[in-house]
């Protein structure tokens, strides 16, 4: 008789990647959004409290949908992908590769997901580029006094949104042949976002055109 293995391995935290800019310019735009339609209700007459609640309807879930709510979460077995108005699940098996050109983004099935919370800075690039041409420069010199070895880094730079790509590359090929990385790509629309969003807008025009 032959003793079963076990198959499952452990699944660690998911890793989590967001742009911390872009929750700072969420929370500011909620701040503000609070403030302009909070004082139109107190001071406003008419209309003009309704429109106000129509438009922070409207508003504030595009603010959060496109500012605070874009995430990564990886762990051995999948990545999942939040985006303002959809949530893709991709075990790593189905990922044909991640990569980051004008933006970042994951191939999977034949189709291509944006990861909206790994913005790729062109500038942040070639400021990268520039430090690991003089990094390769400075290796390649001999005859480098103590002080000079001492200023090389230990590895070049990368962009962030670059770094992260490679991360996720990785993990993808490293967790492709896991038993729990097989299946499909799912893709779930974030109705709790889109729903108040497009009501909001409805009430925004019925009040204006009836104003």
Known sequence: MSSQQPTDEPVYDDRVYRSSMGVVSGVLL???TAWLCGDAVVRGSGNTP???????????????AFTIRPAVFAN????????????????WAAV??????YSAEVLAEGSKYQLWSVPVSLRERKKANRQRLR???????EGRS????????AEPMRASADRIVDELQRLAERGAERPGAQGSVRVHWSYEIIAPAVVGAL?????????
């Open 30 to 32: 909620l701040a503000l």
């Open 50 to 64: 309704w429109i106000a609640l129509a438009a922070a309807l409207c508003a504030v879930p595009l603010i959060v």
């Open 76 to 91: 051995d077995d999948r990545m999942r992908v939040r985006n303002p108005f959809r949530i893709i699940e991709l075990p």
């Open 96 to 101: 044909d590769a991640v990569r980051s050109g």
């Open 135 to 141: 990094y390769e420069g400075l290796r390649d010199r």
């Open 146 to 153: 103590p002080g000079e070895k001492a200023k090389v880094p």
């Open 203 to 211: 009430l925004l025009i019925v009040l204006v055109a009836t104003r």
